[in-house]
Nanobody, 113 residues
């Protein structure tokens, strides 16, 4: 099982980015998919999750700004990030559990003030 994340970059505060995560080696539609992030000097935190039935959850700091979605036909999960703030600067990781905990390589998001 592999997760391939992409879409990070450099953006000014107030801007937007869309992260993508494509899975392989698993039945994407049956798995809960999550985005985590880790800022410099901080612990990794859960940002958003989406269950197989489409139920979503978000950490309080991103509610109303970030949207997680999935496209099972493409085996993909997305994180649309709007109104980005400098505190959103972090490495973002895609995660799922498929017989084991699976992590993709992170993608760096840098938000300048």
């Amino acid at each position: 099982v592999q997760l391939q994340a992409s879409g990070g970059g450099f953006v000014q505060a107030g801007g937007s980015l869309r992260l993508s995560c494509v899975s392989s080696g698993m039945v994407n539609r049956l798995a809960t998919m999550r985005w985590y992030r880790q800022a410099p000097g901080k612990q990794r935190e859960l940002v958003a999750g989406i269950s197989p039935d489409g139920t979503t959850n978000y950490t309080d700091s991103v509610k109303g700004r970030f949207t997680i979605s999935r496209d099972n036909a493409r085996k993909a999960v997305y994180l649309q990030m709007n109104s980005l703030e400098p505190d959103d600067t972090a490495v973002y990781y895609c995660n799922t559990y498929w017989r084991r905990d699976v992590w993709g390589r992170g993608t760096l998001v840098t938000v300048s003030s």
